[in-house]
């Protein structure tokens, strides 16, 4: 666990339940601590706990814990160096340079690869008002973006040839084999280099802390293909994670709380030109848990708004079933011209726009009104047999019975059938099992729990220690608790506020296990009254264990007959006190 005067200086001047609520606005107060849906997995009943007394947070659901410095880091995915620069600007704290602060080789790296790709956005945008990047200006004119927001969202041009990116890089002191990690260069066959972009207007891809970790790529050639290319996977980038323009639109979703996801690169940047200043995109029509759960953490009122061509619609309605499996409410919004919603903004405006908006409707209804569009006569009983069988689809995945109920009714009242029969139809569907494809979380070490009590009660007060002192390590008997309590009574008295972060710093495989310890809720009164009591027991069967050792030798030496006379002593003495 990395400290210094510094790092302590954050400590004491921000409290871990401020840190997290910016980024989790859902936190809310339960007992001593604050709890919300986890951040770091898609959950519907709140695990993530938040610990004001040990200025922690853990997940009982996924195993994260830590800090608020491991907070910043994993939810940013910034190195410790670049979350603790972040929390001391927020703490008014002076935090000085970099390199005075111990940083790993994987924090050097990171480093150098996002300053790698903040040197290549700078290239792509430079080519862009080149004399090479003419037939890109064209285009973007063509898409009535104006000059200032191709500045805002940094839009470059990679030229044609595959070498300009490399000779560049290399001019530069940029070594290959960082470029290669970047996803800038690729090798093909013959161990031939060649830039990964080329002849594309390029899209930067930034984080939340408007850093670029990626590019996006659209070719000019309407043969060429693909139309749109992303930079390959790397430690800074992840498509299942990303979300176009987020960097952008994150001020007003927090401040509002609604988000408009769109299709694509060209949507986000028009709305955005608009003052649809709240969209943003997955990297392609795929959205996916992750998305969702990082979208759950600030948006209440979400809107799905992908093109108009069948594509488009079977992707909002995916979309809108990954939402509603994490738990989420969605509405879909669909502009019914067959335009994209940057030819829809520059053609009739923001009001028209924000209007096709307000006429979103939730999932349910959005593929009801999908199937009666531009239908002259009535369905026939077959046809709507197979309707009603694609829709109970959607209804079975809704985890809200309320909301479950309601849809059965809409379904029965617009296809003009019997509500029983629909309910009848519904039960016949797969069942949904929650929280498809997430990974378990690995069960921590088993502890008994008389031992396991006792070391919780040492980490939420250490104070503990003193009505302790009855006991010695070799009275636990998982060696795990041993080891802990072992732990616990050498650490530095001025340390034991902070007794969980430091054993988990010391005990980094256990850490997941000590932070759950550390922050779960242990009952009423449970600390004061139950403690004696648990400590007297625990030594009390740490003596019965060993008399039934020394009972089973064959004889026993004086000083075994001693020691057995003396546990017997403690025993009696025990069982008056319990």
């Given at each position: 666990?990395?400290?210094?005067?510094?790092?302590?200086?954050?400590?004491?001047?921000?409290?871990?339940?401020?840190v997290?609520?910016?980024?989790v606005?859902?936190?809310?107060?339960?007992?001593?601590?604050?709890?919300?849906?986890?951040?770091?997995?898609?959950?519907?009943?709140?695990?993530?706990?938040?610990?004001?007394?040990?200025?922690?947070?853990?997940?009982?659901?996924?195993?994260?814990?830590?800090?608020?410095?491991?907070?910043?880091?994993?939810?940013?995915?910034?190195?410790?160096?670049?979350?603790?620069?972040?929390?001391?600007l927020?703490a008014?704290?002076?935090?000085?340079?970099?390199r005075?602060?111990?940083?790993?080789e994987?924090?050097?790296?990171?480093?150098?690869?996002?300053?790698?790709?903040?040197?290549?956005?700078?290239?792509y945008?430079?080519?862009?008002f080149s004399e090479?990047g003419?037939?890109?200006?064209l285009?973007?004119g063509?898409?009535?973006?104006?000059?200032?927001?191709?500045?805002?969202?940094?839009?470059?041009?990679?030229?044609?040839?595959?070498?300009?990116?490399i000779?560049?890089m290399?001019?530069?002191?940029?070594?290959?084999?960082?470029?290669?990690?970047?996803?800038?260069?690729?090798?093909?066959?013959?161990?031939?280099?060649?830039?990964?972009?080329?002849?594309?207007?390029?899209?930067?891809?930034r984080?939340?802390?408007g850093?670029t970790?990626?590019?996006?790529?659209?070719?000019?050639?309407?043969?060429?293909?693909?139309?749109?290319l992303?930079?390959?996977?790397?430690?800074?980038?992840?498509?299942?994670?990303?979300?176009?323009?987020?960097?952008?639109?994150?001020?007003?979703?927090?401040?509002?709380?609604?988000?408009?996801?769109?299709e694509?690169?060209?949507?986000?940047?028009?709305a955005?030109?608009?003052?649809?200043?709240?969209?943003?995109?997955?990297?392609?029509?795929?959205?996916?848990?992750?998305?969702?759960?990082?979208?759950?953490?600030?948006?209440?009122?979400?809107?799905?708004?992908?093109?108009?061509?069948?594509?488009?619609?079977?992707?909002?309605?995916?979309?809108?079933?990954?939402?509603?499996?994490?738990?989420?409410?969605?509405?879909?919004?669909?502009?019914?011209?067959?335009?994209?919603?940057?030819?829809?903004?520059?053609?009739?405006?923001r009001?028209?726009?924000?209007?096709?908006?307000?006429?979103?409707?939730?999932?349910?209804?959005?593929?009801?009104?999908?199937?009666?569009?531009?239908?002259?006569?009535?369905?026939?009983s077959?046809?709507?047999?197979?309707?009603?069988?694609?829709?109970?689809?959607?209804?079975?995945k809704q985890?809200?019975?309320?909301?479950?109920?309601e849809?059965?009714?809409?379904?029965?009242?617009?296809?003009?059938?019997?509500e029983?029969?629909?309910?009848?139809?519904?039960?016949?569907a797969?069942?949904?099992?929650?929280?498809k494809?997430?990974?378990?979380?690995?069960?921590?070490?088993?502890?008994p729990?008389?031992?396991?009590?006792?070391?919780?009660?040492?980490?939420?007060?250490?104070?503990?220690?003193?009505?302790?002192s009855?006991?010695?390590?070799?009275d636990?008997?998982s060696?795990?608790?041993?080891?802990?309590?072992?732990?616990?009574?050498?650490?530095?008295?001025a340390?034991?506020p902070?007794?969980?972060?430091?054993?988990?710093?010391?005990?980094?495989e256990?850490?997941?296990?000590?932070m759950?310890?550390?922050?779960?809720?242990?009952?009423?009164g449970?600390?004061?009254?139950?403690?004696v009591?648990?400590v007297?027991?625990?030594?009390?069967?740490?003596?019965?264990r060993?008399?039934?050792?020394?009972?089973?030798?064959?004889?026993?030496?004086?000083?075994q007959?001693?020691?057995?006379?003396?546990?017997?002593?403690?025993?009696?003495?025990?069982?008056?006190?319990l």
């Amino acid at each position: 666990m990395s400290s210094s005067p510094v790092i302590e200086a954050i400590r004491e001047k921000l409290d871990i339940v401020d840190v997290v609520r910016e980024y989790v606005p859902a936190l809310k107060k339960a007992g001593r601590n604050h709890k919300a849906p986890c951040p770091f997995h898609n959950e519907k009943t709140p695990s993530f706990t938040v610990s004001p007394d040990k200025q922690i947070f853990y997940c009982f659901g996924c195993n994260e814990g830590g800090d608020m410095f491991t907070f910043v880091m994993k939810i940013e995915g910034l190195t410790f160096p670049e979350a603790a620069r972040k929390l001391a600007l927020k703490a008014g704290v002076e935090y000085g340079e970099e390199r005075s602060h111990a940083m790993t080789e994987a924090d050097r790296e990171r480093l150098e690869l996002k300053k790698l790709l903040t040197a290549a956005a700078e290239f792509y945008h430079k080519q862009l008002f080149s004399e090479a990047g003419e037939k890109a200006r064209l285009y973007l004119g063509e898409r009535r973006l104006n000059k200032a927001t191709v500045e805002r969202f940094g839009l470059g041009w990679a030229p044609h040839g595959g070498s300009a990116l490399i000779d560049e890089m290399k001019a530069k002191g940029w070594s290959r084999d960082l470029a290669q990690k970047a996803g800038l260069i690729s090798e093909r066959e013959g161990g031939l280099v060649v830039d990964t972009f080329r002849g594309r207007i390029i899209f930067p891809i930034r984080n939340q802390a408007g850093e670029t970790v990626a590019f996006g790529g659209r070719v000019l050639d309407p043969e060429a293909q693909p139309k749109y290319l992303n930079s390959p996977e790397t430690i800074l980038f992840s498509k299942r994670r990303t979300l176009y323009g987020i960097h952008a639109a994150l001020p007003q979703i927090r401040k509002t709380g609604k988000l408009l996801l769109l299709e694509g690169y060209m949507d986000v940047i028009g709305a955005h030109q608009h003052g649809v200043d709240w969209a943003v995109a997955p990297l392609g029509t795929a959205l996916t848990s992750e998305h969702a759960g990082f979208i759950g953490r600030y948006a209440k009122n979400t809107v799905v708004m992908f093109d108009d061509d069948r594509a488009g619609i079977q992707a909002s309605v995916r979309a809108a079933e990954i939402f509603m499996e994490a738990g989420m409410y969605v509405r879909l919004a669909n502009l019914g011209t067959g335009q994209d919603p940057d030819e829809f903004l520059n053609e009739y405006g923001r009001d028209a726009f924000e209007v096709k908006l307000e006429q979103a409707s939730d999932p349910l209804e959005f593929r009801v009104n999908l199937f009666f569009k531009n239908r002259t006569t009535p369905p026939g009983s077959q046809e709507k047999a197979q309707a009603i069988a694609l829709l109970l689809e959607t209804v079975s995945k809704q985890p809200d019975e309320i909301l479950k109920s309601e849809w059965v009714k809409t379904i029965a009242s617009r296809f003009g059938v019997q509500e029983d029969s629909v309910l009848k139809q519904l039960k016949k569907a797969p069942e949904v099992r929650e929280n498809k494809g997430r990974t378990a979380a690995a069960a921590p070490k088993e502890i008994p729990a008389l031992e396991r009590g006792i070391i919780q009660l040492l980490l939420r007060d250490p104070s503990f220690l003193e009505k302790a002192s009855l006991l010695a390590p070799e009275d636990f008997s998982s060696p795990l608790a041993r080891e802990l309590f072992a732990a616990l009574l050498v650490l530095d008295p001025a340390a034991r506020p902070k007794a969980a972060s430091a054993l988990a710093a010391q005990f980094p495989e256990s850490a997941s296990l000590i932070m759950g310890l550390a922050v779960a809720d242990i009952g009423e009164g449970g600390d004061a009254q139950n403690a004696v009591r648990a400590v007297r027991m625990l030594k009390r069967k740490a003596s019965e264990r060993r008399i039934k050792e020394l009972k089973g030798a064959a004889s026993m030496t004086p000083q075994q007959l001693e020691e057995y006379s003396r546990l017997m002593a403690e025993l009696k003495s025990l069982a008056k006190d319990l």
